[in-house]
C-alpha cells in the first residue's frame, strides 16, 4: 500500500510539474521574463515556507540549529538548479511542450536517478540506495531496467519530435509553438535537463533538515518541505539576477504597470502558474517519503510529467498535421514511459 500511496503522490506532483506552464499561456501583453519571475516569487519565496509553516511549524528553528556547511551545500545546489529551472521555460518556449519536456527531462531523468546512487556507492549513508544496490539486488536491478527503460521512451519521444520538425512547414510549427526554434532549443533543452537533475542532488544535501524534522516529532510525509525553503533560495536567486537582467536590456520593466495590458489576470495567472509549480515537489517529498528510495522516486516524477506534458501537448494541437508514423513513434514513446513506471514500481514493491 506504500508503494501505491507513493506512485499516487509522485502523479499528482507529475500533473502539477506537467501542467504548471499552461496559465502563463494565458498572459497577454507581457515579456517572458516579466511573468516568470513574477510566477517564480510565488514558487520559491511566498508558497514554500507557507506551506513549511502549515506542515512542519518548527521548520523556522530547524534551519536555524543546522550546520552552515549543509545549508550552502543546499542553496548551491539550487543555484546550479535555477539555471536548469530558467533554461527550462526557454526549452519549453522554443520547443513546445512535447519535445521540450522530452529533451530537458531525458537528461534530467537520468543524471537526478542515478548520479545520487553513484555518490552513496562511495559515501554510504543509512537508508540511501547505492549503485551497487541497483545492479546486485533483484529490486535493484528491476528498478535499474525502468530507469534505462524510461529513457529509452524519452529517446522515442524526442525522435518523434525530430521527425515533427523536418514534416512541418515552417508556418504550422509556429501556429502551434509561436517561437519555434529548434537549434536554439535543444541547446537550452540539454543545459536545462543536466542542471535541473540538481534539486535531486539538492534535496539529499539537506537531508539532516529533514531527518531533524522527524526527530522532532513532525510527520515524515512533510520532512523536505524543510529542505525547499533553503534549496529553493538558491534558485530564486539565479532567476531573479537574469529576469532583472532582460528586463534592463528588453525594457520590459514596464510590463508591472502597464494598464495596457490585463494587469490582474496577468498576476493571477503568473501566480497560478508559480503555486503549480511549487506543488509538484510538495507532492514529489511525499512520494519519496513513501518509496525511500531517491533514484526510483525521480525517475516516476519525470515520467509522470513527460506523460502529463505530452498530453496537453496533444491538447494544443502541437502533433495536428504530422504523419501517422510520427505520430505512431509518440505513442511508442508514451507506452514505453508507462512501461518503465510500472517497472520501478515493481522493483520498489519486491524491496
Known amino acids: 500500500m506504500q508503494i501505491i500511496f507513493g506512485i499516487i503522490f509522485h502523479f499528482i506532483g507529475g500533473f502539477a510539474s506537467g501542467s504548471f506552464y499552461m496559465p502563463y499561456k494565458k498572459i497577454k501583453g507581457w515579456h517572458w521574463e516579466s511573468y516568470w519571475i513574477v510566477g517564480g516569487l510565488f514558487s520559491w519565496l511566498i508558497v514554500p515556507p507557507l506551506a513549511a509553516y502549515l506542515t512542519v511549524p518548527g521548520f523556522a528553528e530547524i534551519i536555524k540549529h543546522t550546520p552552515w556547511h549543509i545549508i550552502n551545500y543546499t542553496i548551491l545546489f539550487g543555484v546550479f538548479w535555477g539555471v536548469g529551472g530558467l533554461t527550462y521555460g526557454l526549452g519549453v518556449r522554443y520547443l513546445g511542450m512535447s519535445l521540450g519536456n522530452s529533451v530537458v527531462l531525458g537528461f534530467c531523468s537520468a543524471f537526478g536517478a542515478l548520479v545520487p546512487s553513484i555518490y552513496y556507492n562511495f559515501y554510504p549513508s543509512e537508508g540511501k540506495t547505492t549503485f551497487h544496490d541497483l545492479i546486485t539486488t533483484s529490486w535493484g536491478r528491476i528498478v535499474f531496467a525502468g530507469v534505462i527503460v524510461c529513457l529509452l521512451g524519452i529517446y522515442i519521444c524526442g525522435r518523434a519530435g525530430v521527425m515533427k520538425e523536418n514534416e512541418l512547414p515552417e508556418a504550422e510549427k509556429k501556429k502551434s509553438v509561436a517561437e519555434?526554434?529548434?537549434?536554439?532549443?535543444?541547446?537550452?533543452?540539454?543545459?536545462?535537463?543536466?542542471?535541473?537533475?540538481?534539486?535531486n542532488f539538492g534535496i539529499e544535501a539537506g537531508k539532516p533538515m529533514?531527518?531533524?524534522?522527524?526527530?522532532?516529532?513532525?510527520?515524515?510525509?512533510?520532512?523536505?518541505?524543510?529542505?525547499?525553503?533553503?534549496l529553493l533560495w538558491g534558485g530564486l536567486t539565479t532567476n531573479f539576477i537574469w529576469c532583472i537582467i532582460l528586463n534592463a536590456r528588453n525594457k520590459s520593466f514596464g510590463d508591472y504597470t502597464n494598464k495596457q495590458t490585463p494587469l490582474i489576470k496577468n498576476y493571477l495567472f503568473a501566480a497560478l502558474a508559480g503555486t503549480t509549480w511549487f506543488l509538484q515537489f510538495f507532492f514529489y517529498g511525499m512520494g519519496e517519503s513513501k518509496l525511500g528510495n531517491g533514484a526510483s522516486s525521480w525517475i516516476l516524477h519525470m515520467a509522470f510529467i513527460i506523460l502529463v506534458a505530452n498530453m496537453w501537448g496533444i491538447f494544443l494541437k502541437e502533433w495536428k498535421g504530422v504523419s501517422k508514423k510520427t505520430k505512431a513513434t509518440f505513442t511508442i514513446g508514451i507506452i514505453t514511459i508507462i512501461?518503465?513506471?510500472?517497472?520501478?514500481?515493481?522493483?520498489?514493491?519486491?524491496?
Do not use: D
Not at 211 to 227: D, M, R, S
Open 210 to 230: 529533514a531527518q531533524a524534522a522527524v526527530a522532532a516529532g513532525f510527520n515524515p510525509l512533510y520532512q523536505n518541505n524543510v529542505i525547499y525553503i533553503t
Open 180 to 199: 519555434f526554434n529548434l537549434g536554439k532549443g535543444l541547446i537550452v533543452a540539454i543545459i536545462s535537463g543536466i542542471l535541473s537533475a540538481c534539486f
Open 339 to 351: 512501461l518503465s513506471v510500472l517497472l520501478v514500481g515493481y522493483g520498489n514493491a519486491l524491496k
